[in-house]
């Protein structure tokens, strides 16, 4: 049985380059957590399932728990850290402290994310629309509506 050689991978994460060592099985979320030290996307399932481990990729919501981290060289990788601008929120984060969509804050990292995905494809979704993106991301706290209130309010159908 032939041994996995670590490799150097090259990825770009919030607009930085960085070169990692890693073993080629390893996720994403991994390389970023214990590696880069870019902790807000979370591990709670393990399986996709959750979103809490939700970060963009080429900007596109993409579940690191279960991304190779080789998959991703050559991308570009957001997670929350690189969402706000010095001390400025993005608009999506200061619209969920503003609607007191978080509670826990552990799905906080993946619903923002996918929500800036979503606004980026679709900048005046219904309810319906913001449901079915956000729908990949489990909250156990809010009950969702202090969130949907929050992207309504960003895609100009507050209500």
């Known amino acids: 049985m032939e041994e996995c050689k670590n490799q150097v991978l090259t990825l770009t994460v919030n607009d930085e380059t960085y070169e990692v060592i890693t073993a080629p099985h390893r996720t994403l979320l991994e390389v970023l957590r214990d590696d880069l030290h870019f902790t807000g996307a979370k591990e709670s399932c393990g399986e996709g399932v959750c979103g809490s481990c939700t970060v963009l990729v080429d900007g596109s919501p993409a579940r690191s728990c279960l991304t190779l981290a080789v998959a991703v060289e050559g991308k570009a990788i957001t997670t929350i850290e690189g969402l706000a601008r010095g001390d400025k929120l993005h608009p999506v984060q200061e619209a969920f402290v503003t609607h007191h969509a978080i509670q826990c804050g552990f799905c906080t990292s993946?619903?923002?994310?996918?929500?800036?995905?979503?606004?980026?494809?679709?900048?005046?979704?219904?309810?319906?629309?913001?449901?079915?993106?956000?729908?990949?991301?489990?909250?156990?706290?809010?009950?969702?509506?202090?969130i949907v209130e929050a992207v309504q309010s960003l895609a100009g159908e507050e209500r």
């Open 110 to 146: 993946g619903m923002i994310l996918t929500t800036v995905a979503l606004l980026q494809e679709n900048p005046r979704p219904t309810e319906a629309e913001i449901r079915r993106a956000l729908s990949g991301n489990i909250c156990r706290c809010t009950g969702y509506a202090k």
